[in-house]
């Protein structure tokens, strides 16, 4: 059975203060393509029948720094729309909307958990149909929700899978199950 290997983009200047960044599209900050580079050698022993990244900047950058620069783009890949709350942290969001979070209440302006759970079941679907292991390259919030799809959870599970930047997660299988087999390293 296949497994679905998750990178998560490197460092940014938004993503190192906070900021939600779905459709801004920033470069990588210079710690963030050093952590990307060192992503190659642990990636480089295995043998991917698909690789796929987002269409943005941040993502295709980690992909080329990972050793990967002929990654496919895959427009299901980008981030969670966040639409109003495009470039304000979570505490600014909170002075006006308490308690809120991306994975328990709308974003105005933004995508909607159906619209995010359709396309990250396309990433799945192609993940399980690939003649072998698959790789994408994405960001924090939307690869969450893939790895909840991943695991026949809604998306909002994924408010329990903590993605830092430039970490590598495996998914796959026990038996017919899927699992988590790496996370978040």
């Not at 779905?22 to 043998?47: H, K």
């Not at 969001?93 to 209440?105: D, E, K, L």
Request: hydrophobic share 40%.
């Amino acid at each position: 059975m296949n497994e679905l290997w998750v990178v998560r983009h490197g460092k940014t200047e938004w993503s190192a203060n906070g900021r939600h960044t779905s459709t801004t599209d920033l470069p990588l900050l210079p710690e963030g393509e050093e952590v990307a580079r060192s992503l190659a050698p642990r990636l480089s022993g295995t043998d991917f029948a698909l690789v796929l990244t987002s269409p943005m900047l941040r993502a295709r950058r980690t992909a080329e720094l990972a050793g990967f620069p002929g990654a496919e783009v895959d427009d299901d890949l980008v981030e969670w729309d966040y639409g109003d709350y495009e470039g304000v942290t979570t505490q600014e969001i909170r002075t006006r909307v308490p308690g809120w979070t991306i994975w328990n209440q709308p974003v105005p302006g933004g995508e909607t958990e159906a619209h995010v759970c359709a396309r990250l079941d396309r990433v799945v679907a192609r993940a399980q149909a690939a003649d072998g292991d698959t790789l994408v390259f994405g960001h924090g919030h939307a690869l969450r929700a893939l790895a909840a799809r991943w695991l026949r959870r809604p998306v909002p599970f994924g408010q329990h899978l903590r993605l830092d930047t430039a970490t590598l997660s495996v998914l796959g299988w026990e038996h017919e199950a899927p699992v988590v087999l790496r996370w978040n390293t």
